[in-house]
């Protein structure tokens, strides 16, 4: 395929209308008018957040937490989880760094669909760094993470769960894609599970 072809892929406004009518596409809550763009779909931010622990008591004393990526992370220990509830916010401190999570949950059934994450430019300009530009695999089912950092020295800045936070856009694929095939990236499962819809995308322990 040639490159200049590529943007034909993705998929405008009428057709992700169409694939939520055939129940290719479906998110959870349903989507309201504000957040159709002529070619990509703003999520909203959800209501439970994953804070990294910075220390922890050990029999050595107090210790620095360095996640090293070639060690499985064992039952989120890393994380302290922060679930809202409705009217509540949450404020991120200067140069603070959180995980969030969207209020949608995704199902794409289409064999052949697959979509990227993008930032807000709107968000961004407030002082937030959404930098998320990452792959969401065909067959994918559930919430999805979104690293959320203060840009800001001095700035407290507050989010609010349900205002639009990033944008996903889908695109099609060349080839059809089984269950089973998208479970492997490389030649390892994908870390994050499907089961309930649940956010654990990024917070399971590795297979």
Known sequence: MQYNNLSSMILSKQTILNKIKNKQLAFKPNL??????????????????????????????????????????????????????????????????????TLES???????????????????RRGLAVDLSGIVDV???????????????KQVIRIYPGERICQIVFQQLTDAITQNEAQWHGLSKAKYS??????????DKKE
């Open 106 to 124: 995704i199902t794409m059934s289409d064999p052949e669909l697959m979509a990227v994450l993008y930032p807000r430019s709107s968000i961004n």
């Open 32 to 101: 309201d008018g504000f957040q159709l763009q002529p070619h990509a779909v703003d999520l909203r931010l959800g209501y439970k957040f994953f804070l990294p622990k910075t220390w922890e008591i050990t029999k050595e004393g107090r210790k620095a937490i360095n996640i090293d990526p070639l060690v499985p992370v064992k039952n989120n220990n890393n994380f302290e989880t922060i679930t809202l509830q409705k009217g509540q916010y949450f404020e991120l401190l200067p140069e603070e760094y959180v995980v969030g999570t």
């Open 194 to 203: 499907k089961k309930n819809g649940d956010v654990n995308r990024a917070m």
């Open 139 to 153: 067959h994918y089912k559930g919430n999805l993470m979104i690293p959320i950092m203060n840009n800001t020295q």
